[in-house]
């Protein structure tokens, strides 16, 4: 870059700064007091920026979030620092990155410390009611968020560990009436994009027969826990499973899947024959058992009749083009709950001293790369490309200019805090590694380094992002990976070569060479209970 052209980028960049300090009145000598507004902190678990249609206008509608961008500021750098859904959410309250806050994997409890506060204590300690309402197992009190709240209400129906956002809206709307008066802050998390796929509207697709009398009708699509209670006759009974699959059009083909399946009692050789005698296919090494429409369990019972039950969960067979239909569909319907709740602050007239923050925890895969057996990658966790880890930051301040700003500088989870102070007038805590991102003064780093971690990450894997390369590093194998955002944005052509690396490259490896080593060194060995677990099955981050 010439040095004429690295003054210029670095003016537009310094004056959307100075603007958005502007817009919402954040100079120094502009802070008094604490503001007497509330303010609402919202985020959307596995939400990728680009299916914002204020980021993106063709994959997704969201007229809601964008109501709030058009009136705000809209950040369109934003890049979680992990894509795991606990310790992104810890690197927002904390301010802290994820290996500092020694929180790497969900089911892994955050140690209290006193030099890191969450930020919501001083909301606590300024005479805010503050209150919390979540979506997903992963994040419940258990593990360490609930610092600083005086309500965290993370209640969940009996096996299922998350809720819609029109039950989190059950909860969250009659609180606000509820707190109209008070002075407040609360925390409203989303999860609808998380896997599974599947909308509140999403119909039945999946039947089971005992015996061709009906056992159960239910949503697979849901991946919820079955626990099935039915009397076997002496000699041979059947299960015939019926599938409905609109995303495999031959009928031939494997139309679900299960990836959990218990009999009790088991099979055994004198009293019990259990035999998946038709439509199935087993995979041991990853045990799933994939089975076709009308597949037939048969259970032969050499005894008297008995009592017997079946447990399950699965999903259906979905094509990349289905997931991605899916997830625009969860997302849709979720910014149709975000409308409720700003449409409750109207009619509760609070929506002109609230102020509003919406940002993502992570991104999603949605089959653009390859896992490591080859198939469509869903998901997160494993990888660190952008759409893994790019995500939607939007403020909303009632009080400013309702003229939409669109900033590029680089803004991560960690600047939450100091923003969300910088706008209530709280002085800052000299503890948050966080940066203001409506203060107009030049930050001179300009690199951020990412993480994800095993055992739920299949390998460790480094990245760190100096706009516009990427480089990923992959210590197990030693393998890394670089990409430029500007000329590539969806990271398909690798430009990392071994041999004569330019000057730049080899500083980038350097840094994320250090980065990874020095992480790797102090990292605690994480361990969870069995509930833990089995809660972390559910939600497919355990398999």
């Given at each position: 870059m010439h040095i004429y052209q690295l003054f210029k980028k670095i003016f537009k960049t310094t004056l959307v700064v100075i603007m958005a300090a502007a817009l919402f009145g954040s100079m120094p000598g502009c802070r008094k007091k604490v503001s007497d507004d509330n303010f609402i902190f919202i985020t959307l678990d596995t939400q990728r920026a680009d299916f914002i249609s204020a980021y993106n206008d063709g994959k997704a509608s969201t007229p809601n979030i964008d109501s709030l961008a058009k009136k705000g500021i809209l950040f369109e750098n934003c890049y979680s620092l992990i894509p795991i859904t606990l310790p992104s959410h810890a690197s927002m309250f904390f301010s802290k990155p994820p290996y500092e806050v020694k929180n790497y994997n969900n089911g892994q409890i955050i140690r209290p410390k006193r030099n890191r506060p969450s930020f919501v204590s001083f909301f606590q300690k300024n005479g805010f009611y503050t209150a919390a309402f979540v979506s997903l197992g992963v994040i419940t009190k258990k593990f360490g968020l609930d610092e600083g709240f005086d309500l965290y209400n993370d209640d969940f129906p009996d096996k299922r560990w998350y809720l819609t956002a029109e039950e989190v809206n059950n909860k969250v709307l009659p609180w606000l009436e509820e707190s109209r008066d008070k002075k407040f802050f609360l925390w409203v998390h989303y999860s609808d994009p998380h896997d599974?796929?599947?909308?509140?509207?999403?119909?039945?697709?999946?039947?089971?027969?005992?015996?061709?009398?009906?056992?159960?009708?239910?949503?697979l699509r849901k991946y919820e826990?079955?626990?099935?209670?039915?009397?076997?006759?002496?000699?041979?009974?059947?299960?015939?499973?019926?599938?409905?699959?609109?995303?495999?059009?031959?009928?031939?083909?494997?139309?679900?899947k299960m990836d959990r399946m218990e009999f009790f009692p088991e099979a055994n050789s004198e009293n019990l024959d259990i035999d998946l005698s038709r439509g199935w296919l087993i995979k041991r090494d990853r045990n799933v058992f994939f089975f076709k429409n009308n597949s037939i369990i048969d259970i032969t019972n050499h005894k008297d009749p008995m009592e017997m039950s079946f447990s399950f969960r699965g999903s259906p067979i979905l094509t990349p083009q289905a997931v991605r239909s899916l997830y625009k569909d969860e997302v849709e319907y979720m910014d149709g709950e975000i409308g409720k709740l700003l449409e409750k602050l109207r009619e509760l007239d609070i929506d002109k001293r609230t102020k509003i923050m919406i940002i993502g925890d992570h991104g999603e895969g949605l089959?653009?790369?390859?896992?490591?057996?080859?198939?469509?990658?869903?998901?997160?966790?494993?990888?660190?490309?952008?759409?893994?880890?790019?995500?939607?930051?939007?403020i909303f301040d009632p009080h400013k200019p309702k003229n939409a700003l669109r900033v590029k500088e680089i803004a991560t989870p960690m600047d939450v805090a100091p923003t969300i102070f910088r706008m209530m007038g709280l002085k800052s805590f000299q503890g948050f590694r966080g940066k203001d991102l409506l203060h107009?003064?030049?930050?001179n780093e300009t690199a951020i380094f990412m993480e994800t971690h095993k055992p739920e990450a299949g390998m460790n894997k480094f990245a760190i992002l100096q706009f516009p390369l990427h480089m990923i590093f992959t210590p197990e194998n030693r393998a890394y990976q670089l990409f430029n955002l500007e000329t590539d944005p969806e990271e398909k052509h690798d430009l990392f070569g071994n041999k004569d690396l330019p000057d730049e490259i080899k500083t980038l490896k350097q840094r994320l060479n250090e980065f990874a080593r020095d992480v790797l060194k102090n990292k605690e060995e994480i361990k969870i209970d069995k509930k833990t677990e089995e809660m972390l099955r559910s939600l497919g981050y355990i398999k």
């Amino acid at each position: 870059m010439h040095i004429y052209q690295l003054f210029k980028k670095i003016f537009k960049t310094t004056l959307v700064v100075i603007m958005a300090a502007a817009l919402f009145g954040s100079m120094p000598g502009c802070r008094k007091k604490v503001s007497d507004d509330n303010f609402i902190f919202i985020t959307l678990d596995t939400q990728r920026a680009d299916f914002i249609s204020a980021y993106n206008d063709g994959k997704a509608s969201t007229p809601n979030i964008d109501s709030l961008a058009k009136k705000g500021i809209l950040f369109e750098n934003c890049y979680s620092l992990i894509p795991i859904t606990l310790p992104s959410h810890a690197s927002m309250f904390f301010s802290k990155p994820p290996y500092e806050v020694k929180n790497y994997n969900n089911g892994q409890i955050i140690r209290p410390k006193r030099n890191r506060p969450s930020f919501v204590s001083f909301f606590q300690k300024n005479g805010f009611y503050t209150a919390a309402f979540v979506s997903l197992g992963v994040i419940t009190k258990k593990f360490g968020l609930d610092e600083g709240f005086d309500l965290y209400n993370d209640d969940f129906p009996d096996k299922r560990w998350y809720l819609t956002a029109e039950e989190v809206n059950n909860k969250v709307l009659p609180w606000l009436e509820e707190s109209r008066d008070k002075k407040f802050f609360l925390w409203v998390h989303y999860s609808d994009p998380h896997d599974p796929y599947s909308p509140p509207d999403t119909p039945n697709d999946f039947k089971i027969f005992f015996n061709e009398k009906l056992l159960l009708d239910a949503c697979l699509r849901k991946y919820e826990y079955h626990e099935l209670n039915f009397e076997l006759k002496s000699g041979k009974n059947r299960l015939r499973l019926e599938i409905k699959n609109q995303f495999v059009e031959n009928e031939n083909y494997f139309r679900g899947k299960m990836d959990r399946m218990e009999f009790f009692p088991e099979a055994n050789s004198e009293n019990l024959d259990i035999d998946l005698s038709r439509g199935w296919l087993i995979k041991r090494d990853r045990n799933v058992f994939f089975f076709k429409n009308n597949s037939i369990i048969d259970i032969t019972n050499h005894k008297d009749p008995m009592e017997m039950s079946f447990s399950f969960r699965g999903s259906p067979i979905l094509t990349p083009q289905a997931v991605r239909s899916l997830y625009k569909d969860e997302v849709e319907y979720m910014d149709g709950e975000i409308g409720k709740l700003l449409e409750k602050l109207r009619e509760l007239d609070i929506d002109k001293r609230t102020k509003i923050m919406i940002i993502g925890d992570h991104g999603e895969g949605l089959g653009e790369y390859k896992n490591f057996i080859g198939d469509p990658h869903f998901g997160h966790i494993h990888y660190l490309n952008d759409v893994y880890m790019k995500i939607p930051l939007i403020i909303f301040d009632p009080h400013k200019p309702k003229n939409a700003l669109r900033v590029k500088e680089i803004a991560t989870p960690m600047d939450v805090a100091p923003t969300i102070f910088r706008m209530m007038g709280l002085k800052s805590f000299q503890g948050f590694r966080g940066k203001d991102l409506l203060h107009p003064e030049k930050h001179n780093e300009t690199a951020i380094f990412m993480e994800t971690h095993k055992p739920e990450a299949g390998m460790n894997k480094f990245a760190i992002l100096q706009f516009p390369l990427h480089m990923i590093f992959t210590p197990e194998n030693r393998a890394y990976q670089l990409f430029n955002l500007e000329t590539d944005p969806e990271e398909k052509h690798d430009l990392f070569g071994n041999k004569d690396l330019p000057d730049e490259i080899k500083t980038l490896k350097q840094r994320l060479n250090e980065f990874a080593r020095d992480v790797l060194k102090n990292k605690e060995e994480i361990k969870i209970d069995k509930k833990t677990e089995e809660m972390l099955r559910s939600l497919g981050y355990i398999k």
